[in-house]
């Protein structure tokens, strides 16, 4: 089977055999297979008299975008060959565009846009790096690892390549290599008798299972499970006295709150019960071959040198005692990133709502009782997230007019203030605001009412990117490998964005751009950015 995949809208697929074969397979009828994922067609063809080869052609919008399988199968349904090719028709191109706008010396605005961009959803990471560097050279982007890399054999050397500045020549090497390293081996027989058997169950997420060990009142059978860090907020009933819920998103060592929900005298208490979050972390050691044992690993380090002074504020220590100290780790972390206040009868005179309070911290209140709007007077990295992360009893605000528009100072307990938003990554870019309110108004007794908990298990949060501070911007080994920002999850407004970033002395810099969009199509482009 030979092909001819270089031409712009169809495939040419020539299936030979010889005159000595011919005799067996004339007046037999093929069926030449076109398929991948679930996606099948069959085109019959036989061999006629004194013809030792049959060309089939093929509209390639009949093809699924990127890999296809060729598979030519005798009238007793037995594979006898078999080819992969590569549809580049159909794949999308999502170009953009970025350029300085505006040098403010100790940092630069970049306006990035896309018309493609504009009205699909999306979700972008953006990596900006010196010109020269030397840091960022993968194998594979993002389109060569999801359409390429899973069809293969062995190692693909530049994968990218692929992607990049498409021609009949780049199409005629991708074809090579899908001829050398794009091949399958299995055995038919073993598929159809013993299909695959399904051992675990699709999993979306936690299960929080348990069983209450106490008496139960006859308005007591349900439970409300809720965890702030989590954005967590479930009602589950109990079926004598058990519970289970499925598909819970938790982050990893976060607190989770359980609590029995009496529908009668519509309060809620503190249950005794016992509880397990699925599935459990297991901890276990890779059995190693002896050849991967016995590696010198000091071998493989690289012998880039990277001189002392290449990042600021460092000292060499010859060693280094570490001490613990628990229970501290939350009071820290607030010292650190935020200012804690504890809401008392002065501060409850002197500010009538909680927005008169907020206005004093740093932002930008406008309130008149049917909407609130709260802008951070700190510039923003993203110039048009200006609104903080507004927490609200553990829980994070979509919509907070309603709730804060009316809400008295006296009514609550303490706030934070974290106006730089650090350790929320892009969500809290233009700072965050905690409010947690009074158990019950007019006094700051606390009412025990949940069963608390640390989760063992979970999804790893976000965690802030943070760029070192370098003693030097015009050195060859900052530019071959330093860093100067990384945004990770950004989307176009109507096409557009602007954000800013430090000013590193750059005559140019490169915007590694890699993303998805709503409907699964593929975004890789490296644009460079002339500093002026």
């Known amino acids: 089977m030979v092909t001819n995949n270089l031409l712009e809208d169809r495939l040419i697929i020539e299936v030979n055999t010889n005159s000595e074969t011919l005799r067996s397979v004339e007046g037999k009828t093929f069926y030449l297979a076109l398929h991948k994922n679930g996606i099948f067609e069959s085109i019959p063809f036989q061999f006629s008299e004194d013809q030792t080869s049959k060309n089939i052609r093929i509209g390639k919008e009949i093809l699924a975008n990127g890999i296809n399988y060729l598979t030519i199968f005798d009238e007793d349904e037995k594979p006898l060959i078999e080819r992969i090719v ?3 028709q159909g794949l999308n191109e999502f170009d953009a565009n970025a350029y300085l706008y505006r040098n403010d010396i100790d940092s630069l605005k970049i306006n990035m846009s896309s018309s493609a961009l504009k009205s699909v959803a999306h979700n972008l990471s953006v990596s900006i790096l010196p010109l020269k560097t030397k840091a960022y050279q ?55 008798s013993n299909p695959p058997q399904l051992l675990h169950e699709r999993e979306q997420g936690f299960t929080l299972e348990g069983k209450i060990n106490q008496s139960l ?19 589950t009933d109990l079926n004598k006295k058990e519970f289970k819920v499925d ?11 359980i609590s029995l929900i009496n529908a009668k005298k519509e309060n809620l208490s503190k249950p005794k019960l016992y509880r397990v979050l699925k599935p459990q972390r297991k901890y276990e050691s890779l059995n190693l071959p002896n050849y991967i044992k016995q590696t010198n690993v000091d071998s493989k380090i690289s012998n880039t040198k990277i001189p002392q002074e290449f990042l600021r504020d460092i000292e060499s220590l010859d060693s280094v005692y570490l001490k613990s100290e628990s229970n501290k780790i939350k009071n820290q972390e607030k010292e650190i990133l935020a200012n804690e206040t504890l809401i008392d009868e002065e501060l409850s005179k002197r500010y009538y709502y909680i927005t008169d309070f907020i206005s004093t911290q740093g932002f930008r209140v406008y309130n008149n009782l049917a909407e609130v709007h709260i802008i951070n007077n700190r510039p923003s990295n993203l110039i048009e997230n200006q609104s903080p992360l507004i927490y609200f009893n553990g829980m994070p605000l979509t919509e907070y007019g309603s709730i804060l528009s009316t809400l008295k100072t006296s009514e609550v307990e303490s706030i934070i203030i974290n106006k730089s938003g650090l350790g929320y990554g892009m969500r809290g870019n233009a700072g ?30 976000d965690k802030e990117f943070y760029t070192p501070r370098y003693a030097s911007y015009t050195s060859d080994i900052y530019e071959n490998y330093g860093a100067i920002d990384w945004f990770p999850n950004m989307q176009l407004e109507d096409g557009q964005i602007s954000f800013k970033i430090e000013n590193t002395i750059q005559k140019s810099i490169l915007l590694f751009i890699e993303g998805m969009t709503e409907e699964g199509d593929l975004i890789s482009q490296t644009i460079e950015v002339e500093i002026k």
């Open 138 to 192: 993968p194998n594979h982007n993002i389109k060569s690892a999801f359409l390429l890399l899973p069809y293969t054999k062995g190692k693909i050397e530049n994968g990218d390549y692929y992607f990049k500045n498409i021609d009949r020549r780049t199409q005629y090497n991708l074809d090579l290599l899908l001829l050398t390293q794009g091949w399958s081996k299995y055995k038919w027989n073993k598929i159809f």
């Open 432 to 461: 965050v605001i905690k409010i947690k309110t009074k158990t019950s108004y007019g006094t700051s007794k606390k009412i025990d009412q949940a069963q608390s908990f640390i989760a063992d298990v979970g999804f790893a949060p």
């Open 247 to 257: 598909n819970l998103y938790i982050q990893d060592s976060t607190e989770i709150s």
């Open 217 to 235: 009142g006859d308005d007591e059978n349900q439970l409300l499970i809720s965890s702030g860090e989590s954005g967590l907020m479930e009602i």
């Open 86 to 88: 590569f549809n580049y």
